[in-house]
């Protein structure tokens, strides 16, 4: 079964690109897509329209098999959940800490404040070297440890589908090899994955689908 469909789907333009044209896109459990376009804004907007932070001006967009309305945020919380987004504009809460940003989701979907991080996340936080800044807020960590809080906050959401923009850039060198030996785990275990990055190796690696985008236009290529 089919986790994502996006039929007939139209995307105004974001930047300098030219926005996305009726087109159709499905993801299903293990597919790892490589997304290629001759405008980076363009390739961005589709990651933006995957997570539900663009909408659509026409076209109808279904996670497993239900549509999505559009109309009201509240009705997105639950899907967006769902979604790992570690990306350029990924973000966190500028006046919570840390921990406060990587417990977020669970406040909410848990409805109590008494919680906190689970092993994991902590494991984690340990070994991305941030576990002493969990009580600072964003504005206190450096650009790398920022960066790397998101990409925990994202990766231990026990996402359905994970979206990344540049890995390679995104995630600090000196734990590289970490984040490939964690994002290889998950693809193992079938989490989707679709992702923009301009390192040969590591689109050869990680990729069994190239979405191609030109003029607006987005066609998929099956790799094998």
Request: hydrophobic share 40%; charged share 25%; proline share 4%.
């Amino acid at each position: 079964m089919k986790l994502i469909e996006l039929s007939d789907y139209t995307l105004s333009p974001i930047g300098q690109g030219n926005g996305l044209n009726r087109f159709y896109f499905d993801l299903s459990k293990g597919d790892a897509c490589s997304v290629q376009a001759d405008s980076p804004d363009d390739a961005h907007l589709l990651l933006k329209a995957i997570a539900m932070l663009e909408y659509p001006t026409d076209g109808a967009y279904r996670f497993m098999g239900e549509k999505i309305n559009f109309s009201d945020h509240r009705n997105l919380l639950s899907y967006k959940k769902k979604i790992g987004y570690v990306t350029i504009d990924a973000s966190m809460i500028s006046n919570m800490s840390i921990r406060e940003n990587l417990l977020l989701m669970r406040y909410y979907f848990e409805n109590s404040l008494s919680l906190d991080i689970k092993d994991n996340v902590k494991n984690l936080c340990i070994l991305f070297d941030i576990y002493d800044k969990l009580d600072v807020r964003p504005g206190a960590l450096r650009p790398t440890e920022l960066r790397s809080a998101i990409t925990i906050r994202e990766l231990t959401k026990s996402p359905d589908i994970l979206l990344f923009e540049r890995p390679e850039n995104f995630v600090r060198h000196t734990k590289f090899d970490l984040f490939v030996k964690l994002l290889k785990e998950m693809l193992l275990a079938g989490l989707p994955l679709v992702f923009i990055s301009y390192d040969a190796h590591f689109i050869k690696e990680f990729s069994n689908r190239q979405i191609l985008i030109s003029n607006g236009n987005l066609t998929t290529v099956k790799e094998g």
